[in-house]
């Protein structure tokens, strides 16, 4: 399989998490086989392991489930129809450096209608994610790009996320940050 290539324009990062994206969409895309539309690998890189409090999918299906809990790096799978495609978002929760608990969001699309692949990230404290509108999500999603950032000052928890390939093969990588 030829390698995906990733732009990354538009969101600064710094050259740690530029090298570490590259590699988790790497290890995603080698986790691609015949009839997934794309694969996701997420790296925790908090103090303690985090866990799914909410997760959302828009269109596609799950062929290997959001690692619950990631404790490092692990990965997860969805197939879609070419129409449709994927669209799917996941929210993780776990604790900033602080013990305060907080709450990461990644979503991600790869739809034949988002003119290719796109990611949207958020994170704060965890009451932030306990009534997600995820209608608004899903604009969010729609206006993103193939690179997303989000850093709140307030707990000191990060998140970035990119999305390479062709439209119907592309790969995720996510970092999550305290």
């Known amino acids: 399989m030829a390698s995906i290539q990733c732009e ?9 998490e530029k090298a570490s994206l ?3 969409t790497k290890q995603a895309e080698h986790s691609l086989n015949s009839q ?35 404790c490092s790096l ?13 669209k799917a978002a996941v929210v993780y929760s776990g604790k900033n450096k602080a013990g305060e608990e907080c709450g990461w969001l990644l ?9 290719g692949g796109r990611v949207f990230v958020e994170c704060g404290h965890k009451g932030k994610f306990s009534n ?5 999500v899903e604009q969010k999603l729609e206006k993103s790009g193939a690179i997303a950032k989000a850093h709140d000052i307030e707990t000191g928890t990060s998140l970035y996320a990119g ?3 062709p439209t119907g093969k592309s790969a995720v990588g996510a970092g999550f940050l305290v």
């Open 74 to 86: 692990d990965c997860f799978a969805m197939s879609g129809t070419f129409v449709k495609g994927v």
């Open 36 to 70: 997934e539309l794309l694969a996701g690998a997420l790296k925790n890189q908090t103090t303690g392991p985090l866990s799914i409090i909410a997760s959302k999918i828009f269109a596609g299906q799950v062929v290997r489930n959001f690692p619950n809990p990631l």
């Open 132 to 136: 997600i509108n995820w209608a608004q």
């Open 22 to 24: 590259d590699e988790l």
């Open 8 to 16: 990354k324009k538009d969101v600064e990062l710094s050259l740690e």
């Open 107 to 115: 979503a991600f699309s790869d739809t034949t209608n988002s003119a």
């Open 163 to 165: 999305i390479c390939g």
